[in-house]
């Protein structure tokens, strides 16, 4: 199969293009980098010929509310319009596990904005919801840190490696589409703060980590499980703290 990877330069882009190159299909990385922008519709009709499934895991280059709601509405649309006019069989989108419970965000009503033109479009789809990557932890660490200190809930988080990301997406894009949503995740729970704490101390990090319950992430308010998924999420095999050791490992290589 022909598979279209909008935002194959990306951190899961390029991996999802490598995988699925793997399983034997042809695999096609397309982001501005490659003269194909969503927003512009810049490139995307000469892109999606041949294409039967397209996987959109492309992120907004500023998280500010309006520009971020821009970039997911204005993407969506155009990428549908021109799946349509291509035949495409399947559209795959990325999206975030919780997406519903955080719409005191920008971010996340962004997201929730693209699933919904989705779900309202004539093209069959999967969204995949995916936790937090492990890459993404070092991120949470810096934005919730005030001179030495990291102040964070204690909610769990079930985060998961940008490898495994890639692997349920693979999945689900070869797969029939599934007209709803599927959760991944990793295969452990942290409170957040202890998942921030680990990965500070395995880098030498001397900021100190607090847990308080009333801290905020990200500017939202969290109960325990706002970021966990539900039973029955696919579940990724690679533990934190394998995947810190080997990242040390590269590192120094
Ligand atoms: N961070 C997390 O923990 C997390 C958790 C769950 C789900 N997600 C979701 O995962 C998705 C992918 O995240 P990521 O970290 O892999 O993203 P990333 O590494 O920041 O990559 C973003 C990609 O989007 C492309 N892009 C930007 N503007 C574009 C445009 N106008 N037209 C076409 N492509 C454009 C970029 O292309 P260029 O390189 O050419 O600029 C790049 O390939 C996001 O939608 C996010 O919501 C993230």
Redesign the pocket.
């Known amino acids: 199969m022909k598979i279209v990877v909008?935002?194959?330069?990306?951190?899961?882009?390029?991996r999802l293009v490598a995988k699925l190159g793997t399983l034997g299909h042809e695999a096609i990385?397309?982001?501005?980098?490659?003269g194909?922008?969503?927003?512009?519709g810049a490139g995307l009709a000469e892109a999606l010929k041949g294409a039967s499934v397209v996987v959109?895991?492309?992120?907004?280059?500023s998280w500010e509310d309006a520009a971020v709601m821009n970039?997911?509405e204005t993407?969506t649309r155009n990428l549908l319009a021109q799946e349509k006019a291509a035949d495409v069989k399947h559209h795959v989108?990325?999206?975030?596990?919780g997406t519903d419970r955080m719409l005191a965000s920008g971010?996340f009503r962004a997201?929730m904005a693209?699933e919904k033109l989705i779900e309202g479009g004539s093209i069959p789809y999967s969204i995949?919801?995916?936790?937090?990557?492990f890459?993404?932890v070092k991120?949470i660490a810096d934005f919730s840190t005030d001179g030495d200190k990291v102040r964070l809930p204690v909610a769990l988080i079930q985060?998961m490696a940008?490898d495994d990301?890639a692997s349920g997406v693979a999945e689900v894009a070869v797969g029939a589409p599934v007209n709803g949503i599927v959760e991944v995740g990793g295969p452990e729970q942290f409170p957040l703060y202890e998942l921030v704490r680990q990965s500070l101390v395995a880098s030498k990090d001397p900021r100190e980590v607090i847990a308080d319950p009333h801290a905020r992430y990200y500017g939202l308010e969290l109960s325990e499980r706002t970021l966990v998924p539900d039973d029955g999420a696919r579940l990724g095999e690679t533990r934190f703290a394998d995947w810190i050791k080997k990242s040390a490992l590269s590192a120094h290589a």
Not at 29 to 34: C, E, I, N, Y
Not at 56 to 61: E, I, S
């Open positions: 909008i935002g194959g330069s990306g951190l899961i882009g390029s990385a397309a982001s501005p980098k490659s194909v922008d969503t927003l512009t959109d895991v492309t992120n907004a280059p970039f997911f993407s989108a990325l999206s975030v596990v971010y997201k693209q995949v919801r995916a936790t937090q990557f890459e993404f991120g985060p940008a990301v």
